[in-house]
């Protein structure tokens, strides 16, 4: 990516929605850029990872969202543009400092990327971010494509500058992972050489300053007001004397856009790019004499209601269709099908192709799974060996390890969000008599599992706290972390101990094992259950998609003259390369990356490389 | 020039993501309007990859709606299939035949369908313009397996369907692909295109 590092005014490229963020914070000379990887946000980060030192920039994986939140506001305090991006949830983690920073606001300007993820193809809820706008009283772009999301990142900058508050871009996965031609602007030096110009009646927020600042942030967002009157990312596009008036903002626009342009729809559209504070005389002005409106926005009727608001008071008579109509859904994104479902309704057009007519087949199902020669399966599989026949209590995380809920391994029974593995697990062991298990990886272990566990230790709960470290972040593309002994510029780090952690929260029973010794995995596990109190055990072994970078194994055969065909490593163990067909088990040659975790679970010595 | 719609569509690791940016690249290059969506996160550990490219003067959307694909080209036998509604008379269905089993089927939960008497026949009587072919196999010839991506990018240029050209293509995958493996990926690509268009001659 380093195309993203010329200085081509003009030039047109084809960029991922995160790669023009990234773009749009170079073209704004940012200096400071911090994280933590989470869908759809992650490859910004990986953006940055590999040109911010040639571009000059300081850029960081923070241990969690709020603490990235932190980093960057101080930056933005002390004088240098600074950018803080995550996932809708991470949003939550970061909002106790966000929330009280926009009272102090920021010198420098300072923009926020919240990256949502309607239909959830990577997260554990939908909510929609855009109402921490409201909560925080944040001024919000959201852009409708790569090249949008790039405009509005640089005028974020000037626009947070202006108002002296840090400035909210809400994206959903179909603008961070859409990809479209993006053309480049000026690229601007990074910014640097910041200083703290002490000013604690603003940045110190004790109840005395508080109350002074909080009129501050309602002065601002009054300027604000008037701003978003006149940004240049809302307009309107259409026919005069419309049959129906439309207001749309985020993916959604562009999906009715298609559907204007392709049936040729007597319909006119404002489209809004700053959605807080919404552009009310703007929205006034579309609705006064207008008969019939639809609001398209995915998840919430954040703009629906608003709108009919404001309706009530200039067009009392405007029938609103929406989600209170049933037009259309609060759940999940929307795509062209969606929106003309909703058109069907409205009005005459006809849809141009029938989809085929086709015979019903039952289709399997293809969830992700646990990768051949993933370390979590053999953890998950030894520590069900070592319970037997007793009922554990399988608290889980957000990771790949979550990956454990699927057959046959079973082994998440509870899961909230990051870090709440460990929590929840000392819920369990004081409120119940099972055995629980708590589960989370490296990197979760550093974003919230740290304070969990010092809670737990504290309070004498008692569990088995797994922290299965692969040695990365692996669900969002292998980011380093505090344990891994590298900085997101690929520079040298203190290379964290979990053993040391644990050990110095007060654990007195911590063990590491490398899970790909499965018979010893067992023994480590029998005994943590025995521990009163909290025993932490740490499966350690590096995610295999990284250790296969580096070594080839043989793969594994089945001997179908030894194979008494009783079905452990297909019914237990289950690794995604091991095929059976009828009774017999066949392991999938391309598949199979040689691990050998399955032939130790074999109890008949079946399962062996090609020569051995 | 009327918008070119392709529905690709595979399981995770196929490289698919390649595929679509040697599309999309190629397209760019032309001085035409491109706009994809990509599939990235959990799904990549080997569930379904749904990628969707547009091409055109000017391009509003990222997806496409039931019926819409110019062409439908999978990766894999089942996933054609289950993205099937995306295709009408009018689309050109091209698939890979080599399947992959998902787990869910080798730890007895559910069943694969048979290929050769379930998929295949089903495909054939719903759709004229349909094109088979076992890209692991031409891969494999090429060079190696991994190479079927750009055997499936062969037999989509051999549609005629996009408004790109066989040297156009073959420029973008020098572009996306490792200097080392450009022979090999060209050889792939030759593979596919020939197998499709002996194919589409018997149509």
Known sequence: MKELLEDESGKKILLLGNEAIVRGALEAGIGHGSTYPGTPSSEIGNTFEKIAKEYGMYFEYSANEKVAMETAAAAAASGVRSMAWMKHVGVNVASDALMTLMYSGVRAGMVIVAAGDPSMHSSQNEQDTRFYSQLGNIPMLEPTTPQEAKEMVKYGFELSEELELPVLIRTTTRVNHARGVVTFDDLQEADGDGHFEKDPARFVAVPQNSVRNHPKLLERMERAEKITEKSEYTYSIGVENPELHVISSGAGFNYIREAKEEFDLPISILKLGMTNPLPIDTVKDFIEDAERLLVVEELEPFLEEKVKALAKEVNPSLDVYGKKSGHFSRLYEYNPDRIKDALSDLMEFERKEEPLETEEHDLPIRPPSLCPGCPHRATYYAVKKALGDREGVFSSDIGCYTLGVQDPLNTADYLLCMGSSVGAAGGFSKNTDQQVFAFLGDSTFFHSGLPALVSGVYNQHDFVYVIMDNRTTAMTGHQPHPGTGKTGMGDPAPMLSIEDLARGAGVEFVETIDPYDIEKTIEVFERAIEHDGISVVIPKHPCALIEQREVRWEPYQIDQEECKQCHICTDRFGCIALVREGDEVMINETLCVGCGQCAQVCPFDAIKQEGK | ?203
């Open chain 2, 1 to 203: 020039m009327k918008r070119v719609n392709l529905e690709i569509v595979g399981v995770g690791g196929q490289g698919i993501l390649t595929s679509s940016q040697v599309i999309g690249g190629a397209a760019l290059k032309k001085g035409l309007d491109v706009y994809m969506s990509e599939v990235h996160g959990m799904a990549q550990r080997g569930g379904v990859v749904v990628t969707t490219v547009k091409i055109g003067e000017e391009v509003y959307s990222p997806l496409i709606g039931k019926g819409e694909a110019d062409v439908v080209l999978g990766f894999e036998p089942v996933e054609t299939y289950r993205a099937i509604e995306q295709a009408s008379k009018k689309t050109w269905v091209v698939t890979n035949t080599t399947p992959i089993v998902p787990f869910t089927v080798s730890v007895g939960d559910e069943k694969y369908p048979s290929i050769e008497h379930e998929i295949i026949p089903s495909l054939q009587k719903a759709t004229d313009k349909l094109v088979t072919l076992d890209a692991e196999a031409l891969a494999k010839e090429a060079g190696a397996a991994i190479t079927q991506n750009i055997v499936m990018i062969g037999a989509l240029t051999a549609t005629d369907v996009l408004p790109l050209n066989e040297s156009e293509i073959k420029r973008s995958i020098e572009d996306n692909v490792p200097k080392k493996f450009v022979d090999m990926n060209i050889k792939a690509f030759d593979k596919g295109y020939q197998r499709t268009k002996d194919i589409m001659d018997q149509l």
